[in-house]
């Protein structure tokens, strides 16, 4: 390979530039090629900083600006205008010898550093954040909305070219942890030749964990409830109800004093979110740390629906899900109804007579065979090798 490279990384959070370090460790292999990493920290409130270990001249920084951007996803068309001037005359001259860029998740200032990138002739790789949530629920109706938005109907390319309603039309490839979050974004119009299932770089820990014997005893001393971050994300319904459902279950299980009840925040929990729960004395909040330590042990974990829930499951961790969204994709439905409660005295039943099954068979197809693997094969598409 004689050509030298120089890309683009963005991510926005820790948990996805677990992704983007990888394949920085993978493409810096060939110390001629270069790269910058947007830092979006200051722009919105995130956990990056606590992370971000490159050298500094590889890094490109907004400043922070007078108000923090509610939401990376759906902001304000003001913030959305300021943002692309500040990329025009701050980043074009970067943006103008990039050959990719490649980022995990995405967002407003993600989408529109791919469309200038791919303007120029560039390749844009975007690595799923996780698994398409509540989105696909409502996504039909979202995207069928905007086409009929005025804006949208101008004739100017920009409009033409929006990612609400082709949400590939930016993307050359388009990175999935497996075979059910491809069908998943399938169905929500994603591009079927641009969708790789090859795997999740961040889940390359998790594969090796797999070796591991989880043992769990059919006594039941702690639950846990993994909280979604709803409310960063723009949905105040499900954050109310996931509150509410924390509320419902805390006031259950105190009348157990021999099991213990345990919620673990989200990365990006709201700060009024993490008041309310704050505020319930019949749980206790936990760090990572103290989860991933007790988690192991005669545990059980609720969830609303989370990433972190397949992960558990891959590992043979008691995983339920409290009142969930029922996803539906293709000719499948998921939760399994094997693993719904419905409500609180669904729950009790459960505790009651609790049954150590296989969890990890319902993450299959969730995580590809090429997981471990997966860095390298991102680079290469980068790099327009052979994957």
């Given amino acids: 390979m004689n050509k030298n490279f120089f890309g683009i990384f963005i991510a926005q959070q820790s948990t996805t530039y677990e992704n983007i370090r990888e394949v920085i460790k993978k493409y810096s292999e060939n110390t001629y090629n270069s790269f910058i990493f947007i830092d979006q920290s200051n722009i919105y409130n995130n956990n990056l900083k606590n992370v971000l270990k490159l050298n500094p ?24 205008f300021v943002y692309f001037i500040k990329i025009k005359f701050l980043l074009s001259k970067i943006i103008q010898k990039a050959d990719f860029v490649c980022f995990s998740p995405g967002g407003f200032i993600e989408g529109e550093i791919a469309r200038l990138v791919k303007n120029n002739g560039g390749k844009v790789v975007q690595i799923e954040g996780g698994q398409p949530i509540d989105a696909i629920i409502n996504a039909f109706t979202i995207n069928k909305n905007d086409e009929n938005l005025f804006f949208y109907k101008l004739p100017f390319r920009r409009f033409k070219n929006n990612p609400r309603v082709n949400p590939t039309i930016n993307i050359d490839y388009f990175i999935t942890s497996g075979s059910n979050t491809k069908k998943m974004y399938e169905s929500l119009g994603y591009e ?13 820990e998790l594969m090796e964990k797999k070796t591991k014997a989880v043992k769990v005893s059919t006594k039941v001393e702690n639950i846990f409830y993994i909280a979604g971050a709803y409310e960063f994300h723009n949905q105040r319904n499900q ?34 979110e993490l008041k309310l729960l704050s505020n319930l004395n019949e749980l206790k909040l936990v760090t990572n740390e103290i989860f991933n330590d007790m988690v192991f042990k005669n545990s059980i974990v ?21 009142k969930p969204p029922i996803l539906k994709f293709g000719d499948n439905n998921f939760p399994n109804k094997e693993l719904i409660i419905n409500n609180v005295e669904e729950l009790n039943e ?38």
């Fill in 57 to 80: 001249e590889s890094i490109f920084r907004f400043k922070k600006p007078l108000l923090k951007v509610v939401n990376p996803y759906s902001p304000s068309y003001l913030v959305k």
């Fill in 192 to 204: 079927k030749n641009k969708i790789l299932d090859i795997g999740l770089p961040r889940y390359k």
């Fill in 239 to 272: 954050s109310n109800e996931m509150i509410s459902d924390i509320l419902e279950i805390s006031k259950t299980l105190a009348l157990k004093k021999e099991i213990k009840f345990y919620v673990k925040p989200h990365p990006r929990q709201s700060s009024d």
């Fill in 302 to 322: 609720l969830n609303r629906y989370s990433n972190l829930a397949f992960e558990l499951m891959y590992l043979n961790i008691p995983t339920f899900f409290f």
């Fill in 350 to 387: 459960m505790i009651n007579n609790f049954k150590n099954i296989n969890f990890s068979k319902f993450s299959n197809n969730f995580f590809s065979p090429s997981t471990s693997n997966s860095a390298h094969l991102i680079n290469n598409l980068l790099l327009g090798l052979n994957v």
